[in-house]
T-cell receptor
Framework: GESVGLHLPTLSVQEGDNSIINCAYS??????FIWYKQESGKGPQFIID?????DKRQGQRVTVLLNKTVKHLSLQIAATQPGDSAVYFC???????????????FGTGTLLAVQP | DTEVTQTPKHLVMGMTNKKSLKCEQH?????MYWYKQKAKKPPELMFV???????INESVPSRFSPECPNSSLLNLHLHALQPEDSALYLC??????????????FGPGTRLLVL
C-alpha cells in the first residue's frame, strides 16, 4: 500500500507485481517531465522522460503517463524486481528557463520497497 | 556515454577548513549544475553554469563558491562551512541546446560531513 506522512511516502509491492508511482506537478505551463531513480548512496539516474505533446511514453518495463488536465504524472513499472527498490523522483522543467539554462523542479519522492 | 564523475566520494571537514569538490563530464554538455541533497529530500538547485558562465545562483551563501574552468569541469569551493551544510552534493550536466528543455544527467555525488 501507499502511505504519506512525515516520512518519505512509501509504496510497498510484491516482486513480480506492477508498480504505479504518482506525482502531481505544479505549473500548468510545464512541458517537459522526467522520472529519476535514486538508489541508496547514489545520484539520481534518468529513467524516462515525456514532453507535453504526448500522453504516454514507454521504455523497457517502464511507462510514463501524463495527464495535463489534472497536472498528474505517473510511472508504471512492470514485473517489479528487487533491483527496482529505490526512491523515485518526478521532475518538471521550469517553463521560465530552457536551453542552456534548465531548471528542474523536483517532487518530494516516493520510496519503492519491493518485497521478495 | 552519459557519465558524470565526481570527486571525492566522501569528505569530512572542520568548520575552518577549505576544500573543493570536483565534477567532470565528457559528453560535450554546455550546461552544468550543482545541487545539495539532504536525507529523504529531493535535490535542491544551488548553481547553474551555461557555456562556462554562471547563469543561476539560488541565493546560496558565499561560503560556497562555484567555478567552471572549462566546458568539462565544474568545481565547488567550500570555506567556513557549518554542520548544517552536511549533505550529498550532486553535480549534473545537460546538453545546453538553445530553446529546448532537456534531461539532466547526475553524478554519484560527494557525501560531505562538516564537524
Amino acid at each position: 500500500g501507499e502511505s504519506v506522512g512525515l516520512h518519505l511516502p512509501t509504496l510497498s509491492v510484491q516482486e513480480g507485481d506492477n508498480s504505479i508511482i504518482n506525482c502531481a506537478y505544479s505549473n500548468s505551463a510545464s512541458d517537459y517531465f522526467i522520472w529519476y531513480k535514486q538508489e541508496s548512496g547514489k545520484g539520481p539516474q534518468f529513467i524516462i522522460d515525456i514532453r507535453s505533446n504526448m500522453d504516454k511514453r514507454q521504455g523497457q518495463r517502464v511507462t510514463v503517463l501524463l495527464n495535463k488536465t489534472v497536472k498528474h504524472l505517473s510511472l508504471q513499472i512492470a514485473a517489479t524486481q528487487p533491483g527496482d527498490s529505490a526512491v523515485y523522483f518526478c521532475a518538471e522543467s521550469d517553463p521560465l528557463y530552457g536551453g542552456a539554462t534548465n531548471k528542474l523542479i523536483f517532487g518530494t519522492g516516493t520510496l519503492l520497497a519491493v518485497q521478495p | 556515454d552519459t557519465e558524470v564523475t565526481q570527486t571525492p566520494k566522501h569528505l569530512v571537514m572542520g568548520m575552518t577548513n577549505k576544500k573543493s569538490l570536483k565534477c567532470e563530464q565528457h559528453m560535450g554538455h554546455r550546461a552544468m549544475y550543482w545541487y545539495k541533497q539532504k536525507a529523504k529530500k529531493p535535490p535542491e538547485l544551488m548553481f547553474v553554469y551555461s557555456y562556462e558562465k554562471l547563469s543561476i545562483n539560488e541565493s546560496v551563501p558565499s561560503r560556497f563558491s562555484p567555478e567552471c574552468p572549462n566546458s568539462s569541469l565544474l568545481n565547488l569551493h567550500l570555506h567556513a562551512l557549518q554542520p548544517e551544510d552536511s549533505a550529498l552534493y550532486l553535480c549534473a550536466s545537460s546538453q545546453g541546446t538553445s530553446g529546448i528543455q532537456e534531461t539532466q544527467y547526475f553524478g554519484p555525488g560527494t557525501r560531505l560531513l562538516v564537524l
